[in-house]
């Protein structure tokens, strides 16, 4: 088992920036990838960034040369840093981790971008 707490998030004004930290506990050697996805009203969730085991990162199209995914190891914590944010990120943001197979989520952060 895998729990994951996020913290951040809340209201943003449009180009305002954000950062989410997410904190896992549990089997946490198992896990070989972390992760941000976002879930919009209405809308499937869908991936934002990851981060392996041995640092290799991916990111969302929408999401390239404006955010930034990173990770603490001694902390066990993920870290997700997006800029110029605009209404269309507005969703609620997940952390992820895939550990041994499996897929665990956190509780997730509301985000809203709004004047």
Known sequence: QVRLVESGGGLVE??????????ASGNIFGISRLGWYRQAPGKQRELVASISNIGNTTYADSAKGRTTISRNIAKNSVYLEMNSLQPDDTAVYYCNAFCLGRDYWGQGTQVTVSS
């Open 14 to 23: 449009p180009g305002g920036s954000l950062r989410l930290s997410c904190s």
